[in-house]
């Protein structure tokens, strides 16, 4: 998207990508302005001017300024002429692609064959603006952003509705209306947000197959786990995601409150698109959760697998440290013999006997012997896997 986009939605007709913008918005339908973030930032005066021109209006400064933003977190804000959402999404994964050649799954296999870290420090998330106004729809994304491309095709894959048809179907006085296109700015703004949230579900996947295989690795006790760091950006990318997708709650919880202060629905028609406005929002405020829900199990599995990699280290050591113990143990008493069977006395039985040597050994042996009975029946030098076993 190099320059100004500029499509005509009807809910009759499919949509169209015209040159330019229209001198006024249709009455049966909407206009959509899609332009990158840099577009807007050289040539602000021409698309307030072209807003001006369909709408009748400008944006204020301080929303122009939020929309310039990069780094504005997400939320919501109104005025009585539009309403501005602010919904960060994630970047665009192209670089690693275009370095590897590879698609999106086979690069993800690749990835964590080579314990290479997916998911590390902060998600790397841009902004994308959406100004609703009654007939138009702005829409500021990131450069390079393909969030349009896919969106357009999705919208051309919808088949328009048969206003002649439908009508010869509905009773008098319901409306005719094709749930499936967009039928507002509104609508349109909400598609967008649930596409973007979308991809926070996609990354539910991605994360959970990474921290899948560390937490393997983790629970392996004869492998030493020395990718601490990654793991421990692997946990504040989970919390910074956790914050990310609150402020997505906000503010559309916050758009969900002006939605209900809406003046009453004073046709059918306009009832149920706002109804439907209504329907959409909870959607995407339930994929919210989700990827919160998803994201919070996320973060205890990982400080559980962290747990249990400690207990078992620590288990591991007390086992080797009883073996150690057990054959000091062992030797306690064969050094104690030793030891004397060694002082400088001429009177000590066996000393001087013939047969001293091999009864003093004969003992000892008896003795290590025992004792190695006594402590395996105790399970002294077993481990757990030998435990299990049994």
């Keep these: 998207m190099s320059a100004l986009r500029v499509f005509l939605i009807r809910t009759d007709q499919p949509m169209l990508e015209l040159e330019k913008p229209p001198n006024v918005p249709p009455e049966d339908g909407f206009i959509w302005l899609a332009v990158e973030r840099e577009q807007i930032r050289q040539q602000m005066e021409g698309l307030q001017d072209t807003l001006h021109q369909l709408t009748g209006l400008r944006l204020l400064d301080l929303h122009v300024s939020d929309l310039l933003n990069k780094h504005l977190p997400s939320r919501f804000d109104y005025t009585s002429s539009y309403d501005q959402l602010v919904f960060r999404r994630l970047a665009a994964v192209a670089p690693v692609e275009a ?3 590879q698609t999106d799954a086979s690069a993800l296999k690749t990835k964590i064959q080579s314990d290479a870290p997916l998911v590390t420090g902060k998600a790397q998330t841009d902004p994308v603006g959406l100004v609703a106004f009654d007939r138009v729809l702005l829409s500021i994304h990131p450069d390079h952003c ?18 002649t048809r439908v009508a010869a179907l509905t009773s008098p006085g319901q409306p005719a209306s094709n749930s499936r296109l967009p039928f507002s700015p509104a609508d349109l703004m909400l598609r967008l947000a649930s596409v973007m949230v979308d991809g926070y579900l996609d990354l539910r996947k991605t994360m959970s197959q990474q921290l899948d295989h560390w937490q393997y690795r983790l629970l392996q006790a004869n492998t030493r786990f020395d990718d601490w760091d990654s793991l421990l950006k692997a946990r504040l990318a989970l919390h910074h995601l956790d914050e990310l997708c609150d402020d997505q709650h906000v503010a559309l919880s916050d758009w969900m409150d002006l939605l209900e202060q809406w003046p009453e629905a004073s046709t059918e028609q306009e009832r149920r698109e706002h109804e439907l406005l209504m329907v959409r929002t909870r959607d995407v405020l339930e994929h919210i959760e989700r990827v919160t829900h998803h994201i919070r199990q996320l973060e205890r599995s990982a400080e559980t697998a962290v747990q249990i990699h400690f207990n078992i280290q620590s288990n591991r050591a007390n086992d080797v440290m009883r073996t150690l113990t057990a054959i000091t143990a062992v030797f306690l008493p064969l050094n104690l013999i030793a030891g004397v069977f060694g002082m400088n006395f001429d009177t000590i039985p ?13 003992v000892m042996l008896m003795i290590a012997v025992g004792l190695l009975v006594y402590f ?15």
Excluded: C
């Design 99 to 101: 370095a590897t050649g």
């Design 146 to 163: 393909t969030l349009v491309d896919i969106f357009v095709q999705r919208l051309r894959l919808l088949a328009p509705v048969n206003v």
């Design 350 to 362: 066996w000393l001087h006997a013939p047969g001293g040597f091999w009864g003093t050994m004969t």
């Design 376 to 390: 395996s029946r105790k399970r002294y030098f077993s481990d757990k896997k030998q435990e299990g076993r049994r």
